[in-house]
């Protein structure tokens, strides 16, 4: 009975220490070294931050800990501090400065200090102890959390999210959670798929119609009320984005995808295609070039930290059939022996350098990658995954990129074998293939530096409600998240699975949806 026993509980402590996350911080920090003592977070303490932000932070551990947080008065002793590196720097002069991000969080039996010398390594230092202050443990209304020292820094700079607000309209309440999802666990980039074939969802005062009429419908409900962004709610987006260290990226799709704009204004149409309607803006007319310079110029305003206006480039040959029969690509056509690339090719090299010269980079799909645009303005994104060449080719050429292939990057791609709705393509994108990326990407050490980073995409065709879309993005947007982050050498799946299981709860408490992988939970189709 004795050694019965024993076994049980031996094999219980074996699977504690194989299954047992050691904290419960996703992403992964690069080192956690827990430490003697426990710290003890009691209701009232005061917290030290720099005036510009203490109020937010303040709010962020309260909803956390719920122990009612105070700004510290002057002298007073703190229980979390945030502190300049320098300071830290003091107890060992061996210290270098801490990078954009980087941050150390030293829980000690008195006090839980956060050093960093960013913002933004503030902000990362506070979503760890938030996430380990939701999870601690309640001892006669305290919060108790083990002694630990951490230390941590982004894998790469670009760690993005994607949301197409076309095909189905998401909104602003929809658009903030995701947001605050995305800084909790340390993304930096929303980008923002806010125009397409199916609608489109950005104000433009110059061209009222683009949402009045443009704006109407979505892809399963052509009548649907007309769906939009008001350039007010898109300034507060932004904002809220920004207090979060998340830049949003706007893209603006032509000139293929452009079905919605040349409903509101078929002046610009580059003509009816067999298969996609009238898909593309016409390509070499003065009249749409100066339409689309008044929208980039009214965006450029929108977005003045964007850095990047994005403008698709995908997709365009869908819808090019007409392009001949128009007067003026049939002037130049002729004129100079060109063909249909060629003249998509001087669309691409006109519009980026509209955008340039309002002061922004380019982002564009894999396609501009011949397009001959300027390497140090141009920031292309690798979507094809079935054409690796176009990563090469890119990084060849010498541009940057951001990492995005449908596999294992789209969220409109199914996650489990037995889900029905949604895209498979020589397979789908399981948890633990979005979570894997892009340790197994073959890829020539003198190009790292070229790849600014990954990002998730969710494109919604097949996303009708927000709970659908919640269940494609989550736990997908996690695991990505802890991709874009986590040195490969700390990255195990299993590992973030047994953290995962603590975030669960959270998201639901956050009002998000999500698949849960733990139990198959039923799949919601629309
Ligand atoms: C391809 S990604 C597209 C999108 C679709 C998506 C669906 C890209 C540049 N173009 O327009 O929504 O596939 O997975």
Partial sequence: MMIKQLITLFAAFLTCHVSAAEHSIIPQPVSYQKADGYFVLKPGAFVYASHDVVGFYLKQLNDASGQDLRMAPADASCAIQFLSGEMRKGQDKKLEKLGEGEYHLSILPTVANIYADSASGHFYGLQ?????????????????????????????????????ESRHFSGTEAVKRTLDA?????????????????????????YPKLTTVGGIGNLTDPKAPAAFYTQEQIKDIVAYAKARHITVIPEIDMPGHANAAVRAYPQYSGGKSSK?????????DEATDAFLKDILTEVAALFPDAGIIHYGGDEVHFGWDKWPELPQVKKIMEKDNLKLKDVERLFNQRLAKVINELGYKTGGWDELSGAGLPRDKTLLFWWRHDKPQALDYALKEGYEVVLCPRRPCYLDFVQHESHKSGRRWGGFNPLADTYGFPDALEMPENYRGKVLGIQACLWTE??????????????RLLALAEAAWTPTKRKEFANFESRLKLHLPQLKQRGIGYYDPFTNSPEITK
């Fill in 128 to 164: 760890t102890l938030c996430q380990l202050l939701r999870t601690s443990e309640h001892n006669d209304g305290a919060r108790t959390l083990p002694c630990a020292e951490i230390s941590d820094a982004p894998r790469f700079g670009w760690r993005g999210y994607m949301l197409d």
């Fill in 182 to 206: 995305m800084a909790y666990y340390k993304m930096n980039r929303f980008h923002w798929h806010l125009t397409d074939s199916h609608g489109w969802r950005i104000e433009i005062k110059k």
């Fill in 276 to 284: 996609h309607g009238e898909f593309t803006f016409n390509p070499a």
């Fill in 462 to 475: 097949t996303t009708v409600t927000q709970e659908r879309r919640d269940f494609m993005a989550y736990p």
